[in-house]
């Protein structure tokens, strides 16, 4: 069996391979601050200008510019959307969810 060496990978490759490595550093990192494009947020919910529609521009802004912070208070959850730069709230969506009745014991 062949030994694995460094030098056996081409320079294409090593690109993609570096390529791929980079993008989900900056996926991991826009999860980590927050960003409303990696927090399940729907396209047709980054309306952030409040005009009734969305446009590219919106949607692009929910990676670099938009962030949500879920909250949890009982049954109900909230998301609050703000601007990255400042913090200004852009708008709060709260629900109420019904959670499932525990098995009963046995």
């Not at 999860?31 to 047709?44: K, M, P, V, Y």
């Amino acid at each position: 069996m062949a030994r694995f060496s460094l030098a056996s990978i081409s320079p294409r490759r090593r690109a993609l391979y570096a390529l791929v490595l980079a993008l989900l550093a900056a996926v991991a990192w826009l999860h980590f601050t927050g960003s409303a494009a990696t927090h399940g947020t729907a396209a047709e919910d980054m309306d952030w200008n409040g005009d009734g529609v969305v446009g590219q521009g919106e949607i692009l802004q929910s990676l670099y510019a938009v962030t949500v912070r879920t909250t949890r208070e009982g049954r109900r959850e909230c998301h609050t959307y703000a601007w990255r730069s400042g913090g200004k709230t852009i708008r709060v969506d709260c629900r109420t969810t019904v959670a499932q009745a525990p098995p009963p014991a046995r």
